[in-house]
T-cell receptor, first 117, second 109 residues
Framework: GAVVSQHPSWVICKSGTSVKIECRSL??????MFWYRQFPKQSLMLMATSNEGSKATYEQGVEKDKFLINHASLTLSTLTVTSAHPEDSSFYIC?????????????FGPGTRLTVT | KNEVEQSPQNLTAQEGEFITINCSYSVGISALHWLQQHPGGGIVSLFM???GKKKHGRLIATINIQEKHSSLHITASHPRDSAVYICAVNSMGAQKLVFGQGTRLTINP
């Protein structure tokens, strides 16, 4: 099946610094990638949808200037958490849609655990 | 009321038992997904359904479009099946997923 990777798998950073998380589709071209965050014992919350070559569409309540998303190629999307604060500590998951393989099929990455101290 | 409701929220069973997790939704959908999330956090897509029934190994997923209901069954459950199982739907024509709250399954040896 299609594989999506994320890097890093976990990261600890100091408050005020920025952190970049990468999401790659390894064996298919991802026309659309989705970024989610998940707090402990809660369900996934969609943060934004990004289509290759265009600006991301952010969900209501998600600050686009704080969570910068770049989808520069068909295999790579990045999420940068700028000026991170402890409340940004969460589990961040990406998923990717293979445009040619089916409109609704999504493949999930393994997630990145961010801890801001 | 959430658009996607799962039941039960928590389920504990003995190894070997037949497991059923239910999902009801209130919107028209293009597809329904069953996902598995292990304690480490990674999510695996188990099934995507738009009608009927699918089977993969010991897992069976069914959907009744008229009743807006889907079930995930696990036969001969095993401790390694312990995970959170999440139902999610694509609303009609929408790419993004709407998630249920998840069902935490624990299988004891």
């Amino acid at each position: 099946g299609a594989v999506v990777s994320q890097h890093p798998s976990w990261v600890i950073c100091k408050s005020g610094t920025s952190v970049k998380i990468e999401c790659r589709s390894l064996d298919f071209q991802a026309t659309t990638m989705f970024w989610y965050r998940q707090f402990p014992k809660q369900s996934l919350m969609l943060m934004a949808t990004s289509n290759e070559g265009s600006k991301a569409t952010y969900e209501q309540g998600v600050e686009k200037d704080k969570f910068l998303i770049n989808h520069a190629s068909l295999t790579l999307s990045t999420l940068t958490v700028t000026s991170a604060h402890p409340e940004d500590s969460s589990f961040y998951i990406c998923s990717a849609r293979a445009g040619l393989a089916g409109l609704y099929e999504q493949y999930f990455g393994p997630g990145t655990r961010l801890t801001v101290t | 009321k959430n658009e996607v409701e799962q039941s039960p929220q928590n389920l504990t069973a003995q190894e070997g038992e037949f497991i059923t997790i239910n999902c009801s939704y209130s919107v028209g959908i293009s597809a329904l997904h069953w996902l598995q999330q292990h304690p480490g956090g990674g999510i695996v897509s188990l099934f995507m359904l738009s009608s009927g029934k699918k089977k993969h190994g010991r897992l069976i997923a069914t959907i009744n479009i008229q009743e807006k209901h889907s079930s995930l069954h696990i036969t001969a459950s095993h401790p390694r099946d312990s995970a959170v199982y999440i139902c999610a739907v694509n609303s009609m024509g929408a790419q993004k997923l709407v998630f249920g709250q998840g069902t935490r399954l624990t299988i004891n040896p």
